[in-house]
């Protein structure tokens, strides 16, 4: 099925498919061309990967001077109040200034940061659990029923109940971005130790390892690169969720500070923080993969 | 020591007379004595891996009793460990790390450890290749660390899935070569399966033929040619020919 997107890739593709158009038959093959390229210099080398780059970059400037163009000069000139709704990108960077100056952004991140944290910590009880279920049939037919079922309820649709169950509290917060956090993980490790190579386990215990070691020496280390891949989704969704939470019941941290500000109506605040929330995200998720892959070097699944 | 004795043997798939059971081997009997290099020779689906897996401890025989000097055998263990035809390294320890694997279940103290697992590196030859891991190795490399890892518990059976098949034909038969190499160095009572008549006749004291399935107890063929063994001895040709002759008949039959 061709995506009508697709063909935006197709530019840089078609090079590609010229330079391989195929020979008509019985026609000799030319031999290579020879004249050997001068060995291109390495500054060369990087100032056209550079370029490349750069290249990949642009549409994003575009827009980025299309929506200065339109917060700063057109929507002013339709209506005052459309522009307050539309910060431009220069108001944003100012805004940031301010809200690093002042603290607030910082004391806002790391209150998000510090429940994310904590939540996580506490979901990491999802890693033996799975184990548990991956290894032992009985507890899996025991307890995934209720993982069934508790799965595909979304963390927000807990906000209500938890905050009847904690009040507006961290603990509150918490408990929605655990939901978020916890079910990842353990899907992921559950999959994972039903997968471990049978032949290893089955080395491990002609060489004398007990029921103990071989969960501890064999299934847990084969299992860590796909509980890895589960930590990060899990943050991943955690940190979606956690923002939701703050939204709602919190005094503190992004979604707290990014409501407050619809209230006061600076959206140039709103911004900063839905972009401190992505890059904060995508830091995460780099971060889980650069240890995934400095921890595990011998795992071809984290390498990629 | 490390005698092991096969006694009546019959292994069922499934319930026993039910359909669908299947019977794998049938009152399979024999002895392999203490350092004797023994193969196991018999055509795909004839119950090799079965017997194996039996000896090793993964499965129970449905009648029979198979005995490791005397005492019936329990649960899988170092005393009989094995060697898988893939390998079966942990992909997460260095190859130092699991050659040790075997005596830290021990209980070995590290430093113990540690020196006897780089003694044997070095008798399979992968000295300096100590902080490898498997996936840095080729396949013949791969398979010496999953023979000294196999080698350094002092297993009294040693058990081999068809050790070699995963490999290129040059590679393998260097690999049989080392293989008798350090079963000279270090004599162990080997238990072999193998579809491959060559592999056999070059390594073993004796072949035992089983028929196709159920597999019984079809020949036992001793080889009485000093090693490293020549191809083109004529006693090497002859018994290929007679083995060859077996095996056809078998699949004929089967
Ligand atoms: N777990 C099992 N359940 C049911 N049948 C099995 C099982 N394992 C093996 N069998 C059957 O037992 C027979 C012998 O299998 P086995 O794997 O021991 O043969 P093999 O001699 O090792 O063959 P190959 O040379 O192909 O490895 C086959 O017919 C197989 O289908
Ligand atoms: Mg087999």
Not at chain 1, 1 to 21: F, I, N, Q
Not at chain 2, 103 to 108: A, I, L, N, T
Not at chain 2, 173 to 182: A, C, G, K, P, T
Request: net charge positive; charged share 20%; with cysteine.
């Amino acid at each position: 099925m061709p995506h009508p997107l697709r063909t935006t890739t197709t530019g840089p593709r078609m090079e590609g498919v010229a330079a391989e158009v195929p020979r008509p038959a019985g026609q000799p093959v030319p031999p290579a061309v020879q004249t050997a390229p001068p060995p291109s210099p390495a500054w060369r080398r990087h100032a056209g990967s550079a370029g490349r780059h750069l290249s990949r970059y642009a549409l994003l400037v575009v827009l980025i001077a299309l929506w200065q163009f339109t917060s700063t000069v057109w929507l002013p000139a339709k209506d005052p109040y459309l522009a307050v709704l539309m910060p431009a990108p220069t108001s944003i960077i100012a805004a940031t200034a301010e809200l690093v100056a002042n603290g607030d952004l910082f004391m806002h991140l790391f209150a998000s940061l510090k429940r994310e944290l904590s939540a996580f910590v506490l979901s990491l009880a999802a890693i033996p659990l799975g184990i548990a279920m991956g290894w032992w049939r009985p507890v899996y037919v025991q307890v995934n029923p209720v993982i069934e079922i508790l799965r595909p309820i979304p963390p927000l649709a807990w906000i209500p109940l938890s905050i009847l169950w904690f009040g507006l509290s961290d603990m509150q917060n918490q408990f929605i971005i655990l939901l978020g956090i916890f079910f990842p993980i353990l899907v992921n490790t559950v999959t994972a130790v039903r997968t471990v190579d049978a032949n290893l386990i089955r080395a491990s215990r002609t060489l004398g390892a007990s029921e103990w070691d071989v969960l501890r020496t064999v299934v847990f280390k084969a299992a860590l690169p796909q509980i890895i891949t589960g930590i990060r989704i899990g943050l991943g969704v955690g940190w979606m969720a956690l923002v939701a939470a703050e939204l709602v019941g919190a005094t503190t941290g992004l979604g707290f500070m990014i409501n407050d500000a619809r209230s006061i109506l600076r959206t140039d605040i709103i911004v900063v923080g839905m972009l401190t929330i992505g890059v904060m995200g995508l830091l995460i998720d780099l971060g889980i993969r650069w240890l995934g892959k400095r921890l595990l070097p011998w795992s071809p699944a984290l390498a990629k | 020591m490390g005698s092991l004795s096969v006694s009546g043997v019959t292994k069922v798939y499934g319930v026993p007379g039910a359909p669908g059971a299947v019977t794998a081997l049938s009152n399979l009997s024999f002895e392999i004595a203490n350092h004797e290099f023994c193969t196991i020779l018999g055509h795909s689906g004839c119950g090799k891996t079965t017997l194996l897996n039996m000896v090793a401890g993964f499965e129970r025989a449905t009648e029979g009793t198979i005995a490791v000097d005397g005492t019936p055998v329990g649960p899988p263990g170092w005393e009989r460990s094995m060697m898988f035809q893939d390998y079966a390294l942990f992909p997460w320890l260095t190859v130092r790390d699991n050659v040790m694997y075997g005596p830290r279940m021990k209980r070995e103290p590290k430093d113990e450890a540690r020196r006897q697992a780089d003694e044997l590196i070095t008798l399979v030859g992968l000295a300096g290749f100590e902080k490898h891991y498997p996936h840095q190795l080729s396949g013949g490399m791969r398979q010496r660390v999953a023979l000294a890892r196999a080698l350094v518990v002092c297993p009294r059976v040693l058990l081999m899935d068809e050790p070699f098949a995963a490999l290129d034909s040059q590679t393998r038969s260097f690999m049989q070569d080392e293989l008798v190499r350090i079963w000279r160095h270090e004599p162990k009572t080997v238990m072999l399966v193998t579809h491959s008549i060559d592999e056999a006749i070059k390594l073993s004291d004796r072949i035992i033929v089983l028929s196709s399935r159920p597999g019984r107890l079809k020949a036992q063929i001793p080889v009485d040619l000093p090693r490293p063994r020549d191809e083109d001895h004529p006693v090497y040709r002859a018994l290929k020919k007679q083995l060859r002759d077996m095996i056809h008949e078998e699949m004929e039959e089967g």
